[in-house]
């Protein structure tokens, strides 16, 4: 990556506010071309920023985080959306796997301490892919929580070391459904059944009426955040 003082005087000169998605992920396409990665738990979100990169002609490198613990929809719906959109999606692996990490800190750590959990599950291996790429894409947008609630549409990932764009991020859940409903996006059948929020099986439940969506995650525990988005 070029010095990263010229990539963010870069980011300081341009109002992204002003960009619709597509357009975000066009510029991002021409200013990092294959340098620029999408990052996709398969959530409705995820899914949506493939088919719209692939509307607009791109082929999205996409990558995605297999913690060995997901669930068996989640690894469906990897292969509908490859079908789909006939696109080879990056498999990202822990470098320890289950077996080795219940010898290293004693088996069901997530339900322990889900944070260490996190950390070599899902934000190791994404430090240690995203160090090759210079820019990521995310599905993340502002009403999912308070703590994304200010989060830029493009700015520097200073907790990775790139540039990150959040096309959707000015979404509501209410667009994200629409456009799902309207392009007929593929998307996990979980999501009917009271998940809004999808992670690892042994982390992820139903959430209840009037709860917040992402209560599901990590019940039990003070944590809404596996720790891969810090804004």
């Not at 109002?15 to 992920?25: C, G, K, N, S």
């Not at 985080?65 to 692996?93: P, Q």
Request: hydrophobic residues 40%; contains cysteine.
């Amino acid at each position: 990556m070029e010095r990263v003082e010229d990539i963010r005087t870069e980011l300081l000169s341009r109002d992204w506010e002003a960009l619709t998605a597509q357009e975000a992920i066009a510029w991002g396409h021409e200013r990092f071309g294959a340098q620029m990665v999408f990052a996709s738990s398969f959530s409705l979100e995820d899914v949506l920023l493939i088919d719209m990169a692939c509307a607009a002609g791109l082929q999205p490198h996409v990558f995605y985080l297999d913690t060995g613990v997901l669930f068996a929809e989640t690894y469906e719906l990897i292969d509908r959306v490859s079908e789909r959109y006939h696109i080879e999606m990056e498999r990202v692996l822990p470098a320890l796997t289950l077996e080795e990490q219940a010898i290293a800190h004693g088996e069901k750590l997530w339900l322990r301490e889900p944070d260490r959990c996190c950390g070599i599950r899902k934000v190791e291996p994404l430090r240690r892919y995203l160090c090759a790429h210079d820019a990521w894409v995310t599905g993340i947008h502002r009403d999912q929580s308070p703590t994304r609630a200010n989060a830029p549409r493009v700015a520097f990932d200073d907790s990775f070391g790139l540039v990150k764009l959040n096309p959707i991020v000015d979404w509501t859940m209410e667009d994200v459904r629409n456009y799902v409903a309207e392009h007929d996006v593929p998307y996990n059948p979980m999501h009917d059944r009271g998940y809004p929020s999808i992670g690892c099986m042994p982390c992820t439940r139903a959430v209840k009426a009037g709860e917040d969506p992402r209560a599901g995650r990590w019940a039990g525990f003070q944590k809404t955040e596996c720790g891969l988005h810090s804004r």
